[in-house]
């Protein structure tokens, strides 16, 4: 090394003192991470507040306001009010005495009209009717009686509906909200865990308060069956093909070709895929659970046979090497040696893609599970199949494209509950990896 | 159920096949497995597979081919004066059919009997009272001729169904009795029970090109026959969006430009909102983060991922909507008429499309060898400045083929956009307004009360197939990149 004149090198200050450059370098490397930090906040806030508004929005769909009395008819009264004209009528006047005792055994005294209870609880008397025609026996003795109040009631309660916002009509009065309060303070209008969400079926357009999602759920349990069935063996049975078998050839590379290519196809084609070949070509019974297990199957099936093949790699050549050496076949390697050992993986894969099945909207909407009002439980297990019924997805999509805002907490209860489903699938996929997950 | 009876027999002859088989080949060696070709089990498979396979093959194709068999030479039978003015054979056999159905329901549950199902006459009995009383759907008065085909489609369909149960338990009992013949300690069943279970794994590898022909083919037919009735240049070139409601053709613009300018812009809007925020969380976690944080950020993030769609657009629908007016419309800045709008669906897609941007780049962030970023730090660069000027700049190809995938995800995005961009096309800047989009009106013309032959119906065949080749396209062009940019770091 030659001498280095020092006293020639330019003066840039000292080390501990920080010049403009560098401070203003340290200040752009400051932003710059802040940036990355605020992009995932962003990120992360974006997901609280969606689960959030589900949670707030989804509640009120699982409690419903329901009026709880408990009176005694006698044989007397009974046979009084089956005597009259108007029979409904007459239970209707029975009921509306024996509220305004109660209400006046607790000191409360408000004018109740026929008109107003069958507003709130719609028609009363033939529900009473009903229910002493069939057990006669019950005659004489208190009954206790659950009758649920029209969904505007609710929306008094969970605030939609309010004194300033009502507009009177032939479903609601001012007046009636009066008659709502007292009863509420004598503890007979109260909120009850709404069962009937969860078990019942679709309702119709104009009875938002007793739509439940039941019979979509069993749609829904009935098209994943399908998909299940389907893309599990053909889904495995590829995978193995190509991961195993298969010749490095056109034949080859034309499947792998189409494979990456379908796992990005819109699932909305798949739609039109099913409508044209299951429907209108093959004249499969439309909205049936069947057609829509079939569509969400050839969409499943790429995402299966990637995460399949993936699993296939994952095990070691050693084992096959190991298999082969002792005189096994090649088929015999796979499937008593490899596959065996790739199952977790798979069947997680699995799960995760059944999980995205459950969650598709877009191609059940063209095959007409949208629109069909899944009135009740399919009866038996072939017609669960084939029978017109609606899914998860769909009958959310149905409430939420109703005109009266009522479907909508019915649509984001929906929501809570198709997320418990995905929910607790994943939750499986994830124990099935960290419990049986092999690290070769 | 018949047909559920047909497979459980076919599946029980192949289980008597599996034992019969085995111990037959048994037999035949006195006893001694050791002196067999193959362990006797596949002598068994050998007989489970030859009766089941070809029975089901062969019941598959006939379950394709009768509909498709009776249905023409039905509708052949049908006198042109049978099909009304105004209306299309289709229609006319769609009506066939629901009378047959009509009539084999009514006799299932007994309210006709069999003799009246396939004799009775239009001109002499009302037919369509006595459907109706007994609970069926029948649309429209049923004529002789129609009642005539219904009847002989009844009749088809069910000694269709006679001949495919004869001929797949034919089949089955043919391959069960070939096989069992074949069985002695000298056949060679090893090979041919895993030729057989190879061609059978080839079959399932071919679903997916079938998938793609089925697709395609069912896109290319009707988007033709879309064509016949209205111009393919109108189509491409027509500045308007508008339907008739009427569904019997006539009247309609049809042109895809308003559409396609709602997808971009919707598109542009989502990629605008998920592009910085995914490239920016996806250079901190991987430059960045500490492994702690990494190991809890990205599940989150991904998590948006997995939210199905429907959420998605109920979020834009009743949240984002009403949030958005609040501010811009009437009572705030005045821009913004309705919740559904541009800007609804646009911000709901890029919340969507936030952890596609982050994980692809992320993986392609990661790719960059180490190498590069010790020599921009060895120069004396600071951290961000290795990753604006180094590592971006070398990982920019993969990160652009990132952002068309999610660009090909927004587009054919269905969900968001039916429920949070409204149903109006237009051809606007304003990002407040209501614009649809290519998948929004798919739907709506599927799901709408136009019948399936007229343009208003076979108009979102031909939007299917624009979207097809479309996200193909972009989809084909940004796996090149991304695997072209792999390979330059291997």
């Known amino acids: 090394m030659t001498d280095m004149p020092m006293e020639d090198a330019p003066v840039r200050g000292s080390l501990t003192q920080v010049d403009a450059r560098t401070k203003k370098r340290n200040a752009a490397e400051k932003r710059f991470k802040a940036y990355g930090i605020g992009a995932i906040l962003i990120g992360v806030a974006f997901l609280i507040v969606l689960a959030i508004s589900i949670v707030r929005s989804g509640a009120p769909a699982f409690t419903h306001t329901v ?3 408990e009176f005694t008819v006698t044989q007397e009264e009974f046979d009084a009010a089956e005597g009259e004209l108007f029979k409904t009528k007459a239970y209707s006047n029975l009921f509306i005495s024996k509220l305004a005792a109660q209400l006046e055994e607790k000191g409360l005294e408000i004018e109740i009209e026929e008109a107003a209870i069958e507003r709130l609880l719609g028609k009363v008397g033939a529900d009473i009717r009903e229910f002493y025609r069939e057990n006669p026996n019950a005659l004489g003795t208190p009954q206790r009686f659950e009758l649920s109040a029209s969904s505007r009631v609710d929306g008094y309660f969970n605030g939609r509906v309010t004194r300033d916002t009502l507009v009177e009509s032939r479903f609601l009065m001012l007046a009636d909200l009066d008659l709502v309060d007292v009863l509420h303070e004598a503890g007979i209008i109260k909120g009850a865990f709404n069962w009937n969400f969860i078990t019942g079926a679709d309702s119709g357009v104009d009875n938002p308060g007793g739509a439940g999602i039941g019979a979509s759920v069993i749609g829904s349990f009935f098209m994943m069956l399908v998909v299940l069935f389907l893309s599990l063996p053909i889904g495995v049975a590829a995978s193995i093909y190509l991961e195993e078998f298969a010749p490095k050839n056109r034949f080859t590379d034309l499947i792998e070709v189409n494979i990456s290519n379908l796992a990005a196809v819109p699932s909305i084609v798949f739609g039109i895929l099913g409508l044209a070949v299951f429907i209108q070509f093959m004249h499969l019974p439309q909205s049936a659970p069947l057609v829509g297990g079939l569509v969400l199957t050839l969409m499943t099936l790429p995402t299966i046979i990637i995460s399949t093949r993936a699993s296939l790699r994952a095990v070691p050549p050693s084992i096959r090497d190991a298999a082969l050496g002792v005189g096994a076949s090649k088929m015999q390697a796979v499937f008593h040696h490899v596959l065996p050992l790739a199952m977790p993986g798979i069947l997680t894969g699995t799960i995760i893609g059944l999980a995205q099945a459950l969650g598709e909207t877009a191609p059940l909407l063209l095959i007409g599970m949208v629109g069909f009002v899944a009135r009740g439980y399919p009866e038996g297990v072939v017609a669960g199949f084939t029978d017109p019924n609606s899914a998860m997805p769909a009958q959310i999509y149905t409430w939420a494209a109703r005109a009266d805002a009522s479907f909508y907490d019915k649509a984001w209860g929906g929501i809570i509950i198709l997320l418990i489903f995905l929910l607790s699938m994943n939750i499986l996929a994830i124990i099935l990896r960290r419990r049986f997950e092999r690290r070769w | ?19 019969l088989g085995r111990q037959r080949a048994l037999a035949s060696a006195g006893g001694e497995s050791r002196d067999l070709h193959s362990l006797p089990n596949y002598y068994g498979w050998n007989v489970a597979l030859k009766a089941v396979v070809p029975a089901f093959l062969l019941l598959i194709l006939w379950l394709i081919a009768q509909p498709l068999y009776v249905g023409s030479s039905v509708s052949a039978t049908l006198p042109d004066s049978a099909v009304p003015e105004g209306s299309t054979r289709g229609l006319v056999m ?22 009246f199902a396939t004799n009775a006459r239009a001109d002499f009995t009302d037919v369509t009272q006595r459907l ?16 005539r085909a219904a009847q002989s489609y009844r009749v088809m369909n069910a000694s269709g169904s006679f001949y495919m149960m004869i001929a797949v338990l034919l089949i089955a009992a043919a391959g069960f009795f070939f096989a069992v013949r074949e069985t002695n300690a000298e056949f060679r069943a090893r090979n041919v029970v895993e030729n057989g279970i190879r061609a059978l794994l080839i079959g399932a590898a071919s679903i997916a090109i079938l998938t793609t022909i089925g697709i395609v083919l069912s896109l290319v037919f009707n988007t033709y026959e879309f064509f016949t009735l209205y111009p393919a240049s109108e189509f491409f070139t027509n500045l308007t969006w508008a339907p008739s409601f009427s569904g019997r053709g006539g009247g309609s613009d049809l042109g895809i430009i308003p559409l396609l300018w709602g997808t971009l812009y919707i598109s542009i809007v989502a990629l605008a909102v998920a592009v910085p925020i995914g490239l920016f969380a996806a250079i901190y976690l991987s430059e960045y983060a500490s492994p702690k944080v990494r190991a809890i950020a990205k599940p989150m993030l991904e998590v948006l991922a997995g939210i199905p769609t429907i959420v998605y657009g109920l979020f834009a629908l009743l949240t984002v909507g009403p949030l958005l007016v609040s501010v811009f419309g009437d009572d705030g800045l005045g821009w913004m008429q309705s919740g559904t709008a541009v800007m609804t669906a646009g911000l709901v897609m890029g ?13 392609i962030i990661n790719a960059v060898p180490q190498a590069m970023r010790d020599g921009s730090y060895g120069l004396g660069a600071t951290k961000s400045e290795t990753i604006k000027q180094v590592v971006l700049p070398a990982a920019l190809p993969g990160i652009v083929g990132a952002i068309l995938l999610a660009a090909s995800r927004a587009i054919g995005e269905t969900m968001i956009v039916v429920l949070g961009a409204g149903a109006a096309a237009k051809l606007s800047l304003n990002p407040f307004e209501a614009m649809t989009t290519v998948t929004a009106k798919i739907v709506s013309q599927l799901t709408g009360d136009a019948d399936f032959a007229s343009p208003e119906a076979l108009v979102a065949f031909a939007l299917g197939m624009s979207l097809f080749i479309i996200t193909l396209g972009l989809n084909v062009f940004a796996l090149y990149i991304v695997r072209k940019y792999r390979e330059q770091y291997e």
């Open chain 2, 1 to 19: 159920m018949p047909l559920f009876w047909l497979i459980l027999v076919v599946l029980g002859m192949s289980a008597i096949g599996f034992v």
């Open chain 2, 94 to 115: 769609a009506e066939v059919r629901r009378t047959a159905e009509g009539l084999d329901n009514a006799v299932e549950q007994g309210l006709l009997d069999d003799d």
């Open chain 1, 67 to 69: 009026m709880d009395v």
């Open chain 2, 132 to 147: 109706k009383d007994a609970g069926q759907i029948v649309t429209a008065q049923i004529t002789q001729p129609v009642l």
């Open chain 2, 351 to 363: 919340i969507m499309l936030i952890p596609f941007v982050s994980s692809l780049s992320d993986d």
